[in-house]
C-alpha cells in the first residue's frame, strides 16, 4: 500500500539553528501539506502546496517558514531559525484531489533545546 | 474560521460496547475526515465524508450537513480499538490545509 514517508523520525537541534524535515509523498498525489502538533494539544494547519506553489498558508507559518518540492518526489519544510516553541510533531501530508482521502506521515519530532 | 468540537474528550468503555463520537463544526465544508491517531503520534485515515453515510469494517461514519455534525460509531468494540480519534474538516475554496478538532481518547477495556 502507498504511504507517506518522513524523515527523520526525530531531531533534535539548538536554538536558533536551521533544520530541514523531509517527506516523501505519495507518487501520484497532487496536494502536499505540513501539519504539527505541540505535545497535548491538537494538529494544526501549516501550509499546503500545488502545482509547485504555496496554495494556503496559516498565521503559523511566518517567514522562518519556507517549503519546496526541489526534485519532483521529495516535499520538505525548512525552519531557518529555530525557537524552543517549535518543539512538536510535524506532520506530512498528501492527497491526489481535493477532498479526497489524506494520507498522512508518520510525523518528524522535532526538540529544540 | 471554523470551530470543530468533538465529545466526549475521553471515553473508557468495555470491550464489544457500541462506542459513539461526535464531532460538530460552526461553518459549512466541503469535507469532513475521522482519523486515528495511536500513542506513536501516526496519523491514519478512516473516512472522509461530504454526505451521508459510510462505513468500513466495525466503523460507521455519518454526516448530517445542515446540522453540521457527524458522529463515528464503532460496533463491537476491541481493546486493539484504544487510539484518539480526531475530526477534521475542509472548509473549502483554495486548497485550504484541514482544521482539526481536539480529539476523542477511546479506552477499550477487556
Known amino acids: 500500500e502507498p504511504e507517506v514517508t518522513q524523515t527523520p523520525s526525530h531531531q533534535v537541534t539548538q536554538m536558533g539553528q536551521e533544520v530541514i524535515l523531509r517527506c516523501v509523498p505519495i507518487s501520484n498525489h497532487l496536494y502536499f501539506y505540513w501539519y504539527r502538533q505541540i505535545l497535548g494539544q491538537k494538529v494544526e494547519f501549516l501550509v499546503s502546496f500545488y502545482n509547485n506553489e504555496i496554495s494556503e498558508k496559516s498565521e503559523i507559518f511566518d517567514d522562518q517558514f519556507s517549503v519546496e518540492r526541489p526534485d519532483g518526489s521529495n516535499f520538505t519544510l525548512k525552519i531557518r531559525s529555530t525557537k524552543l516553541e517549535d518543539s512538536a510533531m510535524y506532520f506530512c501530508?498528501?492527497?491526489?484531489?481535493?477532498?479526497?482521502?489524506?494520507?498522512f506521515g508518520q510525523g518528524t519530532r522535532l526538540t529544540v533545546v | 474560521k471554523n470551530e470543530v468540537e468533538q465529545s466526549p474528550q475521553n471515553l473508557t468503555a468495555q470491550e464489544g460496547e457500541f462506542i459513539t463520537i461526535n464531532c460538530s463544526y460552526s461553518v459549512g465544508i466541503s469535507a469532513l475526515h475521522w482519523l486515528q491517531q495511536h500513542p506513536g503520534g501516526g496519523i491514519v485515515s478512516l473516512f472522509m465524508?461530504?454526505?451521508g453515510k459510510k462505513k468500513h469494517g466495525r466503523l460507521i461514519a455519518t454526516i448530517n450537513i445542515q446540522e453540521k455534525h457527524s458522529s463515528l460509531h464503532i460496533t463491537a468494540s476491541h481493546p486493539r480499538d484504544s487510539a484518539v480519534y480526531i475530526c477534521?474538516?475542509?472548509?473549502?475554496?483554495?486548497?485550504?490545509?484541514?482544521?482539526f478538532g481536539k480529539g476523542t481518547h477511546l479506552i477499550i477495556q477487556p
Open positions: 501530508a498528501s492527497s491526489g484531489q481535493l477532498d479526497t482521502e489524506a494520507f
Open positions: 465524508l461530504s454526505s
Open positions: 477534521a474538516v475542509r472548509s473549502g475554496g483554495g486548497a485550504d490545509g484541514l482544521t
